[in-house]
């Protein structure tokens, strides 16, 4: 409990300090990276100076378009590199989600569509298919059956049904 609060001023005080502090930081990065970018241009583009011969410009020419052809090289095997290691990262993650157990399946939202609205999203503006399904259902007739079947005495169809079984046990 002896512990007292830092005061306001001494607060601002230390906040500008620390502001002080990392802008210079930040103007010495910035300055570190236009060096950076100096020495690497110096490095991998030395500067042009271009022969005064039609010969010594075609042979220029071959040596700059060998650097092309050979940064294209690299550029492509690091394209299909990394299209590698993305296939296998995909394939990881579903081997973890696999683990893991059961996929939850995310909750679909119901839409209400109508079938134009529907065809329209689907084909496009450009089509105009207008689309009348209940146009296109045949017409059923109903036909009403009348099954006349005879209330008879319940005991008598139970009879009937006890000689067609005697009439099966006699014939095995």
């Given at each position: 409990?002896?512990?007292?609060k830092?005061?306001s001023?001494?607060?601002?005080n ?16 910035a300055?570190q990276?236009?060096?950076?970018k ?9 500067a042009?100076?271009?022969?005064g ?15 092309i052809?050979k ?6 095997d ?5 299209l590698?290691?993305n ?5 990881l993650?579903i ?9 939850k ?5 119901k ?20 689309l009348?399904?209940?146009?296109n ?17 319940w ?5 009937d ?8 046990e006699?014939?095995?």
């Open positions: 409990m002896s512990e007292k830092m005061t001023t001494r607060r601002y230390l906040k500008s300090l620390l502001l002080s502090i990392a802008a210079g930081l930040l103007e010495a990065e300055k990276l236009v060096i950076d100096e020495t690497y241009m110096n490095e991998h583009a030395p042009l100076d271009l022969p011969s039609t010969q010594e410009i075609q042979e220029y020419l071959k040596k700059l378009h060998q650097t052809d940064a294209d090289e690299e550029r492509y690091l394209e299909a590199k990394v590698k290691t296939k296998e990262i995909d394939d993650k081997k973890v989600q696999d683990l893991k157990g059961k996929f399946k995310p909750v679909l939202r839409v209400r569509m109508s079938a134009d609205q529907m065809l329209q999203a689907l084909l496009g503006s450009k089509h105009k298919v207008s009348d399904l209940r146009a259902l045949k017409q059923v007739k109903k036909e009403v059956k009348e099954e006349t079947a005879d209330v008879g005495d005991r008598k169809n139970i009879e049904r006890s000689d067609r079984k005697k009439m099966f006699a014939e095995a």
